[in-house]
């Protein structure tokens, strides 16, 4: 097990931020999820569909999906960071194994990764 990188009080104060995080991501999902699946041209509108108009439902519902992956893969890594809270090893990055520097931590508290092993590990 790897040696505890912080005092149990700043793990609190972690753990709190991640918990409204994931709060307010799994809203926006479900609400992202209703305009998703809503049928297209459902507005409140009278009008006939134009093919204009499918076209721009089309795309905001691609938008739309896209930005749901993006949210749910977030919430993949809050879960993750919120083990590691758990387990003790929050706040050592995974790959240096070297601790996380707080201000990263409060940039992006789910990050499993130091900056400079996080700017490797784009480059691959």
């Known amino acids: 097990m790897v040696k505890r990188a912080m005092k149990k009080p700043e793990l609190k104060v972690y753990k709190a931020q991640l918990l409204q995080l ?3 991501l799994r809203g926006d999902v479900s609400a992202l999820a ?3 699946l809503r049928e297209p041209g459902t507005d409140h509108s009278a009008m006939p569909l134009h093919m204009a108009d499918a076209g721009s439902d089309n795309f905001e519902q691609e938008f739309t999906l896209s930005l ?3 949210d749910e893969t977030t919430l993949t890594k809050i879960e993750s960071a919120l083990e590691r809270i758990e387990d003790g090893s929050y706040g050592v990055c995974e790959e240096c194994e070297l601790p ?3 201000t990263r931590l409060n940039a992006i508290p ?3 990764y130091c900056v400079k092993c996080a700017a ?3 480059t691959r």
């Open 22 to 24: 994931r709060g307010r």
């Open 34 to 36: 209703e305009s998703a």
């Open 68 to 70: 749901m992956a993006n």
């Open 100 to 102: 996380i520097p707080k």
């Open 110 to 112: 789910y990050t499993p």
């Open 120 to 122: 490797k590990s784009q």
